[in-house]
């Protein structure tokens, strides 16, 4: 075979052969068509724009010559006058037998197939070539494989045929190596970057996509750092340019955002203002999540805007739209709100149509409207549930477009869907100073057999544990907005360092969650679970005698029948690093429906986020609990609290509270029934440190106790067969620690030291700690 670059003919001979007119244009007798193999002669002169018995003209001859060529049927073109007959010579395009691709991997050749336009038995054009080269370097760049590049060469074959083969160069993938922002005052580059959809490259992220370049991800990207800002009281924040530049050596990108942020605001005056007979405005009022003083948040206006016209409508008003207005007041930096009502157009939906969902089903994607067929078309209530749509994650695109329906009141919404992959696989690795090299890996799935539900499979464990989970969740049960699911799991803990135990639990939960208000969510749940006990036969009977005494009671083990409830208000301006805002939770559990064990628990946690300057934050934290059998039973050891560095740092795993100091040099701790912990720490940049580094540094102090053993330990005390060690002293300490938002996951060290202790408490001056999720 004979190999030849994609060519036509560098010129394409048009000759034209004109003659000097006489007095009178010699009359056309006839016209014959040469060169044609394929195309019939008539076809060939269904283009011209001369006939026989018209007198010759060269204007009519080229633009002949124009429509043949625009066909895409011949490579070359002629005309010639030979006396009263034109001839018209044409060489035709071969016909393509066969269409291959050489050199992809990454991408199958039925994907690149299906792109391409050119197909067997179709005309070769060396245009059509082109488009087709450019849509295959789209398939790639839309894989991040910027520096691909497509050759497309021909085989030719008899009959005027030929092999097209597309040689492709795939290269490596373009990843974004970095992202920065300008103008950001209020927010780091290190914050601005988890709220984006796009991720720096690192070590591990061959798994995800997130750290490939691509150009619709981007938009997405402007429209995520907008919405945060005016979520956060910058009312006039604008994303003034997002572009991407392709390094020098076409390796990576690097993303530039420049944000002007403007003035933080407040809500002013809000009010409500009704043209409609019998709507009270005072009645709506409670309706109103934007509150006189608030910080401005534009989520909480659409909100509210959504939550009249809803109510408005219950009242018999279905065509009601509600407009806020919105008065910004520089000098005081705040904004007056109106929300505005009055009656909207009269139109009806006649019909919803969904289309490019091939998972997903149709009742999912339904159930995100406030609104069906036959309801009062509302344009404020489409626009919302545009958005439901966006935030489930099962789409990469969601357009909603309306049409006019079967009369002018109607109209017909086509929902426009395209899908992306909602299945993860991830992997965790990292390293802990009370734990050792720490592990997880976990399979998800977020639209579980297209019905909106979630699954989760997770492995994790360290040198002192392993854990097993099985989540599944149902975001929409019974089409309401509740969340129900369950999880089963099975946990193995190696406390034998530390208090001469082992503990296995096998047991499962079944949980409902539903919102009380803005912010606010509520979860319930049961949990039944097994779990068993053994002495770590290392130390045998150096183990404290509470720990054997317990083993030998509890023979194989003991069923746990509970069901707990907690309440969660979240007012955070940020999901992952928040300077400014509070978090608040309660949480109950009550043992002794059934089962071996009785006992009632109650946890509590408070953090608060106060923006000292633009860079430096004062966190503070305060968490607490207590656990009271009733009944005759007594507290096990493995439902009792055991703290250490992670409550207050400077003090090893376990390292305070009740311990038996008799066990034969050995001293176990025993666990406390209450314990409480305070932390105040000042966040801030490392000084002279580039930001994009993703380095910062804390200063901290932390106090708090653990007491109160169970009644086996104070029985045996009281017996003089053990010696308990327990008080309700304040423990505390300060220091110092580094952060590191590194490539491969948060990094933090902590340098502590002990101010208050014990003499029987265990320290521990670093502490270091490392996980990813790639």
Do not use: C
Request: charged content about 25%; glycine content about 10%; overall charge negative.
């Amino acid at each position: 075979m004979l190999w030849l670059a994609l060519a036509v003919p560098a010129a394409l001979t048009i000759d034209v052969v004109a003659f000097s007119a006489p007095a009178h244009a010699q009359t056309i007798r006839d016209i014959r068509v040469e060169g044609n193999r394929r195309v019939e002669p008539e076809t060939v002169r269904s283009y011209l724009q001369f006939t026989v018995g018209e007198a010759y003209d060269a204007g009519k001859a080229d633009r002949s010559i124009q429509a043949l060529f625009a066909t895409g049927l011949f490579a070359d073109i002629s005309i010639d006058r030979q006396g009263d007959a034109v001839v018209v010579y044409v060489v035709e395009n071969p016909v393509i037998n066969q269409v291959a691709f050489e050199g992809n991997s990454e991408v199958d050749t039925d994907t690149l197939r299906s792109e391409v336009h050119l197909k067997p038995r179709s005309v070769y054009t060396r245009a059509r070539v082109q488009a087709d080269v450019q849509r295959i370097l789209d398939v790639y760049r839309r894989q991040g494989r910027y520096a691909a590049w497509v050759e497309p060469k021909i085989i030719e074959l008899e009959q005027s045929r030929v092999n097209l083969v597309f040689e492709i160069n795939e290269g490596g993938a373009t990843k974004v190596q970095g992202i920065n922002f300008v103008g950001n005052y209020a927010f780091s580059d290190a914050q601005l970057r988890d709220i984006i959809s796009t991720t720096q490259s690192g070590l591990f992220d061959f798994l995800k996509g997130t750290s490939i370049y691509d150009p619709d991800r981007m938009n997405l990207d402007r429209e995520l750092l907008r919405q945060f800002y005016l979520k956060n009281g910058y009312a006039d924040v604008r994303v003034v340019a997002a572009n991407a530049e392709l390094d020098r050596g076409g390796s990576g990108f690097y993303l530039n955002f420049a944000i002007d942020e403007g003035e933080r605001y407040a809500f002013g005056d809000v009010t409500i203002e009704s043209s409609l007979p019998e709507v009270n405005p005072h009645y709506l009022s409670g309706e109103v999540l934007t509150r006189q003083g608030d910080i401005y948040n534009g989520q909480d206006i659409e909100k509210s805007t959504e939550r009249l016209t809803l109510l408005i409508a219950e009242q018999g008003y279905a065509f009601a739209r509600v407009r806020p207005r919105a008065t910004p007041d520089p000098a005081s930096r705040t904004i007056a709100l109106s929300y505005l009502i009055d009656e909207g157009p009269r139109v009806y939906i006649e019909r919803i149509n969904v289309n490019g969902n091939l998972r997903t089903k149709d009742h999912v994607i339904r159930r995100e409207f406030r609104l069906a067929e036959g309801d009062a078309f509302n344009p404020l209530l489409v626009d919302r549930a545009k958005k439901r749509l966006e935030a489930l994650g099962f789409f990469k695109k969601v357009d909603i477009k309306r049409r006019p329906g079967s009369s002018p009141d109607r109209v017909i919404l086509d929902v426009d869907l395209e899908e992306q992959s909602t299945g993860e696989l991830s992997f965790g690795a990292g390293y802990s100073t009370s734990e050792g090299v720490i592990g997880d890996v976990s399979i998800s799935e977020r639209n579980l057999l297209g019905n909106g539900q979630f699954l989760r499979l997770r492995l994790a464990g360290s040198m002192e544990r392993m854990q097993v989970d099985l989540s599944f969740t149902e975001p929409r049960f019974l089409d309401r907005n509740l969340s129900a699911g369950f999880d089963l799991f099975h946990k193995e803990l190696d406390y034998a360092r530390e208090t001469g135990y082992e503990s296995k639990r096998t047991g499962g939960t079944v949980r409902l969650g539903f919102p009380l208000s803005e912010n606010l969510w509520m979860q319930t749940g049961y949990t039944i679970d097994y779990s068993s006990m053994d002495v770590d036969d290392r130390w045998g009977d150096q183990v404290s005698l509470v720990v054997r005494d317990e083993v030998a009671d509890l023979g194989e083990g003991a069923l746990t029948s509970s069901i707990g409830t907690s309440i969660t208000y979240d007012k955070r301006n940020h999901p992952r690093t928040p300077t400014s805002g509070y978090y608040l939770q309660v949480a109950t559990d009550m043992a002794g429906l059934g089962g071996d064990v009785q006992y009632v628990r109650v946890n509590a946690e408070g953090r608060a986020y106060y923006p000292i300057t633009e860079k430096i934050t004062f966190v503070g934290r305060l968490i607490g609990g207590h656990i009271e059998g009733w009944g005759d039973d007594d507290i096990r050891l493995t439902d009792l609290y055991y703290r250490g560095g992670e409550t207050i740092r400077g003090f090893d795993r376990a390292g305070f509270g009740p311990r038996d100091m008799s066990a034969n040099g050995r001293e176990d701790a025993l666990g406390g029934r209450s314990y409480w912990a305070g932390t105040a720490e000042v966040r801030f940049p490392l000084p002279f440190v580039p930001d994009d580094l993703g380095l910062s540094a804390a200063v901290f102090a932390d106090a708090g106790s653990l007491f109160n053993a169970n009644e086996r330990a104070k029985r045996l005390d009281q017996a003089g067969l053990i010696d308990l060690a327990d008080d309700s002293t304040i423990r505390s300490s300060i220091g110092a620690s580094i952060m590191w938002n590194s490539p491969v996951g948060p990094i933090r060290m902590d340098f502590a030291k002990a101010l208050s202790k014990e003499s029987y408490d265990e320290v521990q001056f670093f502490r270091f700690g490392a996980s990813t999720n790639f």
